[in-house]
C-alpha cells in the first residue's frame, strides 16, 4: 500500500490554520507528564494543572466563549450554542498517558516527554494517544471561534483524566450532563486512526479506515491457589504451580464460539461490492443469512479473529519459587479477556468455572464490564463526520466496524445514542502498531494538521 500521506487531500483548506503553532501547542502538551494510577498516591497531579495552564493559555477564544469546568482533574468545556433546542455535540478524548516501560528509556530516539519535533514528526508519549485528539478538538473548535463562527449546537469538550486506568473522569463527565438533562446527537472519541488495504476482509486494493460503532467488553479474571508448599522431592498433589497452570490450559483450551457483532455485518455490507477474494466473495451476497460462515472466515485471520470472539489472553502470574527445588505456596495469574456482542460478565465467569475442575482453584474479576451498546450510523453525527473524512481523505472507503480496545466513549451511552470512536489522525500502520503504549511514539506533523482539518470540518457541518 502507498503510504498514508498519498491519500491526503484538500490541505489547502483553511490557509490561514497556524500548523506551526498548533505543533507548539502540542510538543508543549506532551512535556506535561500526564500519568495517572489505579493508586492515586502514585500520581502527580501537578502535571495535570499544568496542562489545564497551557490549555487555558493556549486557547483565547475557547475561554472567552465557552465554559472551563474541572471535574476532579477532568475538564469540561461547554461553547454554548444560539439555538438551545438542537441537540448537542461533544468532541472527547484523555489526559491521561501510560508510563513509559522502565528500562526502556534509552530506546527512545528523542526523551518521551520532549516533545521534540523533528525529522517532520511531533516525538512523545501522547502523540497518537491520545493528546493528538485533545489538542486537535481544540485548535478547531479555536478556529472557528476566532474566525467568528457562531456555534447553532452547544458543543461539549471533554477530556478524562484517567481512561488508561480507571474511567471514572469520563464517568464523572457523563454523569454531569445527565444531571443536567442532557441529551446529546452524536459523540467523538478516539479509535481507528489507520488507512489500510481491506485484503483482510477480501477486499485487496480497497483502500479502508474504520469508523467503530461498539466495543468489546473487558475482564481481567484471577486465578488463585492456595498450597503449603515444601521440599520438591515430594510434590504430592501436585504443586500450587502445576495446578494454576492446568486451570490456565484448560480455559485456553476452550475457546468461545465465534459470532458476527452487528458492526461487522455492517462492515461486510459496506464492503460487498468490493469483495474479489473467495469464499468471502459469495458469502456476501447474503451477509445476514451467511453470518456464521464470515465469522468462521474471520477467525482463521490475526486481523479480524478479534472481532468475531470472546478472546483469551493470559497475562500474568505471580508466587513462583525463588528457588528451583522448593515447591511454591500461594499463586495467582491473571487472564484477560475483550467480551464480544452475545458474551457477558456472567457467561464468561460460568463458562471458565465449568472447564476448570479443579475447585481449589479461585476465580474472581478485578474488573469487568459488557460490551457497549453498538451507535447508530443511520443519523447526523454518522453523516457528518463521513463527510468530514471524505473531503480530505476522499480515496478512502470510511466502514462501521468495532473495537477490540476500550474507550472512554462507553461512558456516556447513558445520554448518546450514538458514540463514534474514529480519530481523524491518520498514521502509517506500522507507526500506529509499535509507537501505541510503546517506543517512539510520534506522530506526523502533515497528519496532525490534517485531522484537525477534519474536526474543523466536522464542526462546521454540525453547525449548518
Known amino acids: 500500500m502507498n503510504p498514508v500521506g498519498d491519500f491526503f487531500a484538500a490541505e489547502d483548506l483553511y490557509p490561514d490554520l497556524d500548523i506551526g503553532r498548533a505543533v507548539e501547542h502540542l510538543s508543549a502538551a506532551i512535556r506535561c507528564e500526564t500519568v495517572n494510577h489505579v493508586d492515586h498516591s502514585l500520581t502527580d497531579f501537578t502535571e495535570?494543572?499544568?496542562?489545564?495552564?497551557?490549555?487555558?493559555?493556549?486557547?483565547?477564544?475557547?475561554?472567552?466563549?465557552?465554559t472551563f469546568e474541572q471535574i476532579g482533574h477532568s475538564l469540561l468545556i461547554t461553547i454554548p450554542g444560539c439555538e438551545p433546542e438542537l441537540r448537542p455535540c461533544l468532541y472527547m478524548s484523555h489526559q491521561d498517558v501510560v508510563p513509559v516501560?522502565?528500562?526502556?528509556e534509552q530506546d527512545w530516539t528523542y526523551d518521551a516527554f520532549s516533545g521534540a519535533v523533528a525529522d517532520g514528526y511531533i516525538w512523545g508519549r501522547g502523540t497518537l494517544d491520545i493528546k493528538d485528539m485533545v489538542f486537535g478538538i481544540l485548535e478547531a473548535a479555536e478556529y472557528l471561534l476566532s474566525h467568528g463562527c457562531q456555534f447553532r449546537r452547544t458543543a461539549y469538550l471533554a477530556f478524562g483524566d484517567d481512561e488508561e486506568t480507571l474511567n471514572q473522569g469520563a464517568l464523572a463527565i457523563a454523569k454531569t450532563?445527565?444531571?443536567?438533562?442532557?441529551?446529546?446527537?452524536f459523540l467523538l472519541d478516539e479509535g481507528g486512526g489507520e488507512i489500510e488495504d481491506g485484503a483482510a476482509f477480501g477486499a485487496p486494493g480497497v483502500i479502508v479506515?474504520?469508523?467503530?460503532?461498539?466495543?468489546?467488553?473487558?475482564a481481567d479474571l484471577e486465578l488463585s491457589v492456595e498450597s503449603a508448599g515444601g521440599h520438591s522431592s515430594c510434590p504430592w498433589g501436585g504443586s500450587s504451580l502445576e495446578r494454576l497452570a492446568r486451570a490456565i490450559t484448560a480455559i485456553t483450551d476452550h475457546p468461545f464460539l465465534p459470532r458476527m457483532p452487528e458492526p461487522l455485518l455492517a462492515t461486510f455490507e459496506t464492503l460487498a461490492p468490493f469483495i474479489t477474494e473467495e469464499p468471502l466473495r459469495s458469502l456476501v451476497q447474503d451477509v445476514h443469512a451467511n453470518s456464521v460462515a464470515i465469522a468462521a472466515c474471520c477467525l482463521e485471520k490475526k486481523k479480524t479473529f478479534p472481532y468475531v470472539t470472546t478472546t483469551i489472553a493470559p497475562t500474568m502470574i505471580?508466587?513462583?519459587?525463588?528457588?528451583?527445588?522448593?515447591?511454591?505456596?500461594?499463586?495467582?495469574?491473571?487472564i484477560n479477556f475483550r467480551l464480544n456482542r452475545g458474551e457477558t460478565t456472567e457467561s464468561v465467569m460460568a463458562h471458565c468455572r465449568s472447564v476448570v475442575q479443579d475447585e481449589s482453584i479461585s476465580l474472581r474479576f478485578l474488573q469487568a464490564n459488557n460490551p457497549s451498546s453498538t451507535a447508530r450510523c443511520d443519523g447526523s453525527g454518522y453523516r457528518w463526520l463521513t463527510e468530514a473524512l471524505s473531503v480530505f481523505y476522499p480515496d478512502v472507503l470510511f466502514v462501521p466496524a468495532l473495537t477490540a480496545g476500550a474507550t472512554d466513549a462507553r461512558q456516556y451511552e447513558r445520554i448518546c445514542d450514538t458514540c463514534l470512536r474514529c480519530s481523524p489522525f491518520m498514521a502509517e500502520p506500522d507507526e500506529v502498531h509499535t509507537g501505541v503504549h510503546g517506543t517512539n511514539e510520534r506522530i506526523p506533523i502533515r497528519s496532525y494538521a490534517q485531522g484537525i482539518r477534519v474536526l474543523i470540518r466536522l464542526m462546521e457541518l454540525a453547525n449548518l
Open 177 to 185: 450532563l445527565q444531571n443536567r438533562g442532557v441529551h446529546l446527537e
Open 101 to 104: 516501560i522502565r528500562g526502556t
Open 318 to 334: 505471580e508466587g513462583g519459587s525463588s528457588a528451583c527445588n522448593v515447591l511454591p505456596q500461594n499463586m495467582r495469574a491473571v
Open 48 to 66: 495535570f494543572d499544568r496542562l489545564h495552564v497551557l490549555i487555558k493559555e493556549s486557547f483565547p477564544a475557547v475561554m472567552e466563549h465557552g
Open 209 to 218: 479506515s474504520h469508523i467503530n460503532l461498539m466495543e468489546k467488553g473487558y
